[in-house]
């Protein structure tokens, strides 16, 4: 790591000398508190200071003390927010906040940490089974809080008294509410599915498709999460198809 860093120039000299020395203290002398006090001090002078950020972030992970990895998250939260900051140095900051967000049961969070590190150049094969499974944690629970809006809004409009209502014909709505508007919110006007239901189904079948001996703990979440809310898409999907005339009725 001293190599790497030495050889980049830094904007102000003051900044320049506390992150040098604590590159020393922190690859030849192992002192990591003392190279997080220097590093703390160049981020005092200028917080936007990526070379610090990202050496401190090191520096907590290696130390590791309670809190230290809280503190990691801060710093590189900031390091890949900084327009300065090239692709590649962001894909590590992006992997480690997606791990954390992950570890810590928050999917959305490390779903955009993956796909970021993603987009910035990074291999994620090895994440695929956790990235799924924030997309489809995700992308499930943002369809069905849309569907629960929606018939909140129906419940809540008014009916006017002196307007007669036909039972039968308000059963008839509910019923066509309900079997079609989660499919408005997951198919787009040419009926085509949005990328993120087509790479968790993807890679969902082909799972599933393998021996059981081969399924791990991740898969069984995203069994748990994807196997009842595809199956219920494409019950609905059938009763619309039906009622089109599409095809016959559905076998039971």
Same mark, same amino acid.
């Given at each position: 790591i001293n190599a790497e860093y030495m050889g980049r120039d830094t904007s102000n000299t003051c900044e320049s000398v506390y992150v040098k020395r604590a590159l020393l203290l922190f690859d030849q002398f192992n002192d990591l508190s003392k190279a997080i006090d220097d590093l703390t001090v160049c981020l005092t002078i200028n917080?936007?200071?990526?070379?610090?950020?990202?050496? !401190?972030?090191?520096?907590?992970?290696?130390?590791?003390?309670?809190?230290?990895?809280?503190?990691?998250?801060?710093?590189?939260?900031?390091?890949?927010?900084?327009?300065?900051?090239?692709?590649?140095?962001?894909?590590?900051?992006?992997?480690?906040?997606?791990?954390?967000?992950?570890?810590?049961?928050?999917?959305? !969070?490390?779903?955009?940490?993956?796909?970021?590190?993603?987009?910035?150049?990074? +291999?994620?094969?090895?994440?695929?089974?956790?990235?799924?499974?924030?997309?489809?944690?995700?992308?499930?629970? +943002?369809?069905? !809080?849309?569907?629960?809006?929606?018939?909140?809004?129906?419940?809540?409009?008014?009916?006017?008294? +002196?307007?007669?209502?036909?039972?039968? +014909?308000?059963?008839?709505?509910?019923?066509?509410?309900?079997?079609?508007?989660?499919?408005?919110?997951?198919?787009?006007? !040419?009926?085509v599915m949005p990328l993120t239901y087509l790479i968790v189904d993807n890679h969902f079948k082909s799972t599933k498709d393998l021996e059981p001996t081969a399924h791990s703990e991740l898969f069984y979440k995203l069994n748990d999460v994807w196997d009842p809310f595809r199956s219920k898409l494409e019950r609905r999907k059938d009763d619309e198809n039906i009622r089109a005339g599409k095809r016959g009725p559905r076998k039971k």
């Amino acid at each position: 790591i001293n190599a790497e860093y030495m050889g980049r120039d830094t904007s102000n000299t003051c900044e320049s000398v506390y992150v040098k020395r604590a590159l020393l203290l922190f690859d030849q002398f192992n002192d990591l508190s003392k190279a997080i006090d220097d590093l703390t001090v160049c981020l005092t002078i200028n917080p936007k200071h990526a070379q610090a950020l990202e050496i !401190r972030s090191t520096c907590f992970r290696q130390r590791n003390q309670p809190g230290d990895i809280e503190k990691a998250s801060l710093d590189f939260s900031n390091l890949v927010n900084l327009p300065d900051v090239t692709a590649k140095q962001k894909i590590t900051p992006h992997l480690f906040l997606a791990e954390y967000y992950f570890n810590g049961g928050e999917y959305i !969070r490390a779903g955009h940490h993956y796909m970021e590190a993603w987009l910035c150049g990074g +291999s994620i094969k090895v994440h695929l089974d956790k990235l799924c499974l924030c997309l489809g944690q995700e992308f499930a629970d +943002s369809v069905l !809080r849309q569907e629960e809006l929606l018939q909140i809004q129906l419940q809540s409009v008014p009916t006017s008294p +002196s307007v007669p209502v036909n039972p039968s +014909s308000a059963s008839k709505n509910k019923k066509e509410f309900d079997n079609s508007n989660l499919n408005s919110y997951v198919y787009n006007p !040419r009926g085509v599915m949005p990328l993120t239901y087509l790479i968790v189904d993807n890679h969902f079948k082909s799972t599933k498709d393998l021996e059981p001996t081969a399924h791990s703990e991740l898969f069984y979440k995203l069994n748990d999460v994807w196997d009842p809310f595809r199956s219920k898409l494409e019950r609905r999907k059938d009763d619309e198809n039906i009622r089109a005339g599409k095809r016959g009725p559905r076998k039971k």
